[in-house]
């Protein structure tokens, strides 16, 4: 098992990277291999003073940083050499089997589509996030930004993949699916979930339990949360500033805790290929090594096979 991670990604890189590595090959039974892509003036010296051994890691060089605030379709096109576009080339020719950045989030999106593409019949990628449950488990939410506007044939599909990604990797049996709607009651909302809550009744690949409001976000009434990523997105800051106040304001919970993204590493593009994950720009090492634990997890789980299975 060969895992990509692009090591000039997000404002603490590399040296965060590196820290993240070593966390991994410290903490973690695994015989994967880590493929480092970043500037090999800047990478090897950390990798020298943390003393890594040389039949876990390889560095591949790239000269090029892609930066955050770059056009991602511009930026791919015109940086061949930075360490996403090098990243993403291993993971389609098949040198690596999951790749890994906490880079810009568009030319992540980007190569994903246009290197190892999409799974057949997925009109739309999605991206999710772990919603932490007050009763101590775990749900997804999805989409939460990718795509602003949606049809109900892509929420019928970010069902499904959501339900795959809950039983394999948060080990859900049998995932409850509820859509994100202003109202319990079949024919609430607005036109786009009118016309999925049909779909999502019909979809003998779910459990759907009907439509969910916003008070049920944090309870345990369903594991997938299906939206638009307008909503989402939403949903997702304001989850985010959750965590954010109790840190200003020194509340000190076992709950709100588990609100802090790092301990979910990061958040994998689901309906293309292979695994691709995308950490937070301002990832720490603890971020990193749990993004290479989830990307571990998904290749030996098999999860994008598992999706086409579904879907098709």
Do not use: W
Not at 14 to 35: D, M, R, W, Y
Not at 57 to 75: F, R, S
């Amino acid at each position: 098992m060969n895992i990509g991670l692009d090591m000039m990604g997000g404002d603490l890189a590399p040296l965060e990277a590196v820290k993240g590595v070593q966390q991994f090959l410290t903490e973690e039974n695994s015989s994967a291999v880590l493929f480092l892509i970043g500037d090999q003036s800047k990478t090897e010296p950390l990798l020298t003073e943390f003393n890594f051994p040389v039949d876990r890691v390889k560095l591949i060089h790239a000269e090029q940083v892609i930066d955050m605030h770059e056009h991602p379709t511009k930026a791919l096109k015109e940086k061949q050499k930075s360490s996403i576009a090098v990243g993403f080339h291993l993971l389609a020719s098949g040198k690596t089997d999951a790749f890994i950045s906490a880079g810009n989030t568009g030319a992540m999106l980007v190569g994903a589509l246009f290197s190892i593409k999409a799974i057949k019949g997925v009109l739309r990628p999605t991206i999710s996030t772990i919603i932490p449950k007050e009763n101590g488990a775990t749900g997804i939410l999805l989409d939460v930004g990718l795509n602003a506007d949606c049809k109900p044939e892509q929420l019928n599909q970010f069902a499904v993949m959501g339900s795959v990604f809950a039983k394999m990797i948060l080990g859900i049996e049998n995932p409850r699916v509820g859509l994100m709607n202003v109202g319990e009651e079949e024919g609430k909302g607005n036109i786009l979930t009118q016309a999925t809550f049909p779909l999502l009744k019909e979809n003998k690949h779910i459990h759907f339990i009907g439509n969910i409001e916003g008070r049920d976000v944090l309870m345990d009434k369903a594991d997938v949360m299906v939206c638009e990523g307008f909503t989402g997105n939403i949903i997702l800051k304001l989850a985010e500033t959750l965590y954010e106040i109790t840190q200003r304001k020194n509340i000190q919970h076992e709950y709100f805790d588990r609100f802090n993204f790092e301990i979910y590493g990061g958040t994998p593009v689901l309906g293309v290929n292979k695994p691709v994950i995308i950490g937070h720009g301002i990832s720490h090492g603890i971020a990193f090594k749990n993004m290479i634990v989830l990307a571990q997890k998904m290749i030996e789980k098999k999860v994008m096979e598992k999706m086409k299975e579904e879907l098709q």
